[in-house]
């Protein structure tokens, strides 16, 4: 069974705690993506990684940090820094190659309490 | 950088009618334009996508137009049903230098009345 998978479904954190969003794909993609939706708004994406070892700052990306050691996973870090963490949290990935269609993982909702 | 701007928000049709959202986008550079539907909870799924060299796709009941003059782009769902009902995400992308990516639109929320 291939595809994107995100873990857990929701997250509950208390507020000033790091927490870290998992984010998997046995497609052998090479570009994955962090993106953020808040309600009644599009996607705003976080991070991008176009290959093992290297990753560059999306349009928000204060407040987050990413790591690439493997090419099927790209874990999130939401650290105390975000002011407004409360969000659903989408990852997607690329095949890479020229090619553009990027697929998403079912989200993980963060609540910080 | 771009930016794509999404009408209606909301959007109520009675099942059979057709459904037009329509985006606009800033950046002229941008040559690929995908369409997601989104359903509560989860993950946005791809529906149609359409490139700059193309002015039409067609897939079953869903059609994509383009119009790179007036840089916009419009999703078309004839003889809609209940399942289309959902929230519809367009995005543009410029891919060379800009590692893929999408800038999205803020969503149409499309509710299908039986």
């Known amino acids: 069974d291939g595809g994107i998978t995100q873990s857990p479904k929701y997250l509950f954190r208390k507020e000033g705690q790091n927490v870290t969003l998992s984010c998997e794909q046995n497609?052998?993609?090479?570009?994955m993506y962090w993106y953020r939706q808040d309600p009644g708004q599009g996607l705003r994406l976080i991070y991008y990684?176009?290959?093992?070892?290297?990753?560059q700052k999306g349009d928000i990306a204060e407040g987050y940090s990413v790591s690439r050691e493997k090419k099927e996973s790209f874990p999130l870090t939401v650290t105390s820094a975000q002011k407004n963490p409360t969000a659903f949290y989408l990852c997607?990935?690329?095949?890479?190659?020229?090619?553009?269609?990027?697929?998403f993982g079912p989200g993980t909702r963060l609540t910080v309490l | 950088g771009e930016n794509v701007e999404q009408h209606p928000s909301t959007l109520s049709v009675q099942e059979g009618d057709s459904a037009v959202i329509k985006c606009t986008y800033s950046d002229s550079a941008s040559n690929y334009f995908p369409w997601y539907k989104q359903e509560l909870g989860k993950g946005p799924q791809l529906i149609i996508d359409?490139?700059?060299?193309?002015g039409e796709k067609k897939d079953q009941r869903i059609a994509v137009t383009l119009n790179k003059t007036a840089k916009h782009f419009s999703l078309h769902i004839t003889e809609t049903q209940p399942e289309d009902s959902a929230v519809y995400f367009c995005?543009?992308?410029?891919?060379?230098?800009?590692?893929?990516?999408?800038?999205f639109g803020t969503g149409t929320q499309l509710k299908v009345e039986l």
């Open positions: 990684s176009q290959i093992v070892n290297d990753f």
């Open positions: 997607a990935s690329t095949p890479g190659g020229g090619t553009d269609t990027q697929y």
């Open positions: 995005a543009a992308s410029n891919r060379p230098g800009g590692g893929n990516k999408l800038t």
């Open positions: 497609l052998n993609h090479d570009a």
């Open positions: 359409i490139r700059s060299n193309v």
